[in-house]
């Protein structure tokens, strides 16, 4: 997928895959790799790209969700959040890949289930991780 016009370009460099380091460009982002024991890992202190992706997808749905609640006229309450879960495994149709899969919590309190279901589903028209994703990845969106 292309893009009309690059607003922001985020720079980041990994060393040493998931045993290694992951820096942005500005150096706000400067963090220590590791693999879940789960994957094989020892267990040691670090993040992993899961955690990135589940964390960069909440906040970047949030975003979403406050887009098209602000074209909508509707009043997001600070509250708003998501927690994500990333899963990692063997992808069911291609035999020796692996593939991710999403399942999003989504809670925005004070606004009707009616009113946020649609913000929700407006939301993952308009989200960009939503749109990278889309056919490749399973997203399970759920309002708590």
């Known amino acids: 997928m292309a893009i009309e016009k690059a607003l922001y370009t985020a720079t980041a460099t990994a060393t040493g895959g998931r045993a290694g380091t992951a820096k942005s460009s500005d150096g706000v982002l400067d963090l220590v790799l590791t693999t879940p024991k789960e994957l094989g890992g020892n267990g040691a202190t670090?993040?992993?790209?899961?955690?990135?992706?589940?964390?960069?997808?909440?906040?970047?749905?949030?975003?979403?969700?406050?887009?098209?609640?602000?074209?909508q006229k509707i009043s997001l309450p600070a509250e708003v959040s998501i927690t994500s879960d990333v899963a990692i495994g063997p992808h069911a149709n291609k035999p020796g890949a692996f593939g991710i899969q999403v399942d999003m919590r989504i809670s925005i309190p004070g606004i009707d289930r009616a009113t946020a279901e649609t913000l929700v589903a407006t939301a993952h028209e308009v989200c960009p991780y939503s749109n990278a994703t889309r056919g490749n990845v399973d997203v399970t969106l759920t309002l708590v």
């Open 46 to 71: 670090g993040t992993n790209p899961e955690q990135l992706f589940a964390a960069g997808y909440s906040a970047c749905f949030i975003g979403a969700l406050k887009a098209v609640a602000g074209r």
